[in-house]
């Protein structure tokens, strides 16, 4: 009896938690980086639909959306002065995290929700886990660990880790648009979207979408050449020294 | 216009690449060098990661000193025998290199490392020229003769050896030596090395000039080459477009450094070399030791989507 009860709960918790959809889409599921490719930005829309057992007092929705890269290991090194020069001494390994981060919202965080809920919706560049190796330990670290913050500061100043609470706007009370500006110098690979749509300080529901970041062309060959077949792509590169080289002393010979 | 770099991850002006590929190419024609102590630096300078500068000037080197070595060739001026020796020793002293520099690498002090070495060598180097040249400078002036070429300890070592075209007779042992010793720098700061073997053969080993410039260009040409292509198979570090726009500048430039080159006097031209090196080098030594603008750095582990 009481497992049905609790069964029956979380059902009518499920069917209130579905009282509205999102429906998102991107403008560009597939971004190809030429050789002359110099950063763009893609546009992500969508609305909120609303059913019957939305309830009728909820007009005002708060909206995050997070974009991730594809997820590598990176490892951060602190400078230290030693014998007069600046050597790297300390570092920390940072394990599988996204190689891209953007944050978007239609106000500031704090104003949408709870510090409790944000820290477990991970909302904010302070509240996303970043797993970290502490001497054979894993784990995510105070948002003000010298290492974290540095990591931070240096993905933003690429401009590839971003958060811009006023990036989402709302067209109407539920259209919605954000603008996701890739750099140029953009990680490859497959990107997920995730949108979090809040009311009332709560998450209401969530979805999620993704696009792919691909290298096309002459530049796609030669990176997956290099990677994959490093020993032909040394031999071509010396090939092609050797022949600038023949070229060179023909055509500049002097006689 | 704008080039993406397949390896280096990163767009760069193609005119501005091309550009420094000709002034490296001019100052390596006008003074017979490589100018990978040049090029590597610029590079870095623009923002390409030390490790793929290294590797991808390596190619770039390969590819002028092929050109040179080809011009020697014709002339009669390379020493096949000497090149042979110098070279067994080459090839070892870069494997030795290239697998020093991986080791580096996944330590993080790859570019501290580079950084240092430019220190030390170039300074060094650059000094000692500079020195030379003045003292050489001054005895022209006063029109004294130039000192006897008198034979040295390495002169008596065992194993010799008769080099003909060189016209010397001299012990294997360290000609091989200075072959490891180039190689292994040359796979590390991604030089090829010419400006530090030029003067160890003429002042160490007594070589004649005539045969000096084109046997240590067979040298850098196949340390490089063999340093190319260890730097692509085990780090995936070489930069094949931006070698080649390196290359073409560097050819280029190479040619109208050499009729530039024979218009300055030898002993001005080496005081002139050793001031750009030693310069190149108070650069560096002044980069690692003020404080940096930031403490931290980042490097990516590879991505694993």
Do not use: C
């Not at chain 1, 499920?14 to 560009?28: D, H, K, Y």
């Not at chain 1, 660990?145 to 539920?174: C, H, K, M, N, W």
């Not at chain 2, 991850?9 to 060098?33: K, Y």
């Not at chain 2, 009669?76 to 290239?98: E, F, N, Q």
Request: hydrophobic share 50%.
């Amino acid at each position: 009896m009481r497992v049905l009860l609790a069964l029956l709960v979380v059902l009518l918790l499920g069917s209130v938690a579905r009282a509205e959809r999102l429906i998102v889409s991107v403008s560009n599921h597939r971004v190809t980086v030429t050789p002359n490719y110099s950063g763009e930005e893609l546009v992500l829309f969508g609305s909120v639909e609303k059913d019957a057992t939305t309830p009728a007092d909820r007009t005002a929705y708060d909206l995050v959306v997070t974009v991730m890269g594809p997820r590598a290991d990176m490892v951060t090194r602190r400078k230290e002065r030693t014998f007069g020069i600046w050597i790297n001494t300390d570092y920390r390994q940072f394990l599988q995290v996204p190689s891209y981060l953007a944050l978007f919202a239609n106000r500031p965080f704090d104003a949408i929700t709870s510090p409790e809920i944000a820290r477990r919706q991970q909302i904010g560049l302070n509240n996303v886990l970043l797993t970290q190796r502490v001497s054979g330990d894993f784990a995510d670290v105070v948002p003000n660990d010298a290492f974290r913050s540095a990591f931070i500061r240096l993905r933003t100043q690429r401009g590839l880790y971003r958060e811009d609470p006023s990036a989402v706007t709302f067209l109407t009370p539920t259209l919605f648009r954000t603008g996701i500006p890739l750099p140029a110098e953009v990680p490859i690979g497959t990107y997920e979207v995730e949108i979090k749509l809040f009311a009332n300080g709560a998450l209401v529901t969530k979805t999620e979408t993704a696009f792919e970041i691909v290298k096309v062309g002459f530049e796609q060959f030669v990176a997956t050449t290099a990677r994959q077949n490093g020993l032909v792509y040394g031999l071509a590169t010396v090939a092609m020294a050797l022949m600038t080289g023949w070229m060179a002393s023909i055509v500049f010979r002097k006689d | 216009m704008q080039l993406y770099l397949p390896i280096a991850d990163l767009p760069v002006n193609v005119f501005l690449v091309l550009a420094m590929g000709a002034a490296v190419g001019f100052v390596s024609g006008m003074f017979g060098i490589g100018g990978g102590f040049l090029m590597t630096p610029l590079l870095i300078f623009i923002g390409i990661t030390p490790a793929v500068a290294v590797a991808s000037v390596a190619s770039h080197i390969a590819a002028s000193s092929f050109s040179g070595a080809l011009t020697y060739w014709r002339r009669r001026a390379i020493d096949p025998a000497l090149a042979s020796v110098l070279l067994s020793g080459g090839v070892t002293g870069t494997a030795l290199g290239v697998w020093t520099f991986t080791q580096l690498r996944a330590l993080g002090q790859l570019d501290l490392m580079i950084a240092l070495s430019y220190v030390v060598l170039l300074t060094t180097v650059g000094s000692l020229m500079f020195l030379e040249g003045l003292r050489a400078l001054m005895r022209t002036r006063r029109g004294a003769v130039p000192p006897r070429r008198q034979h040295n300890w390495i002169h008596g070592l065992p194993l010799k050896m008769r080099f003909k075209r060189s016209k010397i007779y001299l012990s294997v042992i360290p000609v091989l030596i200075v072959g490891t010793l180039i190689g292994f720098i040359g796979a590390i700061m991604g030089i090829g090395g010419g400006f530090i073997l030029v003067p160890i053969m003429i002042y160490l080993l007594r070589v004649p000039t005539s045969t000096v410039i084109g046997t240590s260009m067979v040298l850098t040409l196949v340390t490089m080459l063999v340093a190319t292509m260890l730097h692509a198979a085990t780090n995936h570090l070489v930069d094949a477009v931006l070698a080649l726009i390196l290359m073409v500048g560097g050819v280029t430039g190479a040619q109208f450094g050499a009729r530039a080159g024979q218009k300055i006097r030898g002993e001005q031209l080496r005081l002139l070399l050793g001031l750009l090196i030693l310069s190149v080098g108070v650069r560096f030594a002044v980069e690692l030791v003020i404080r940096p603008d930031d403490l931290f750095t980042i490097r990516e582990l590879g991505v694993s989507s």
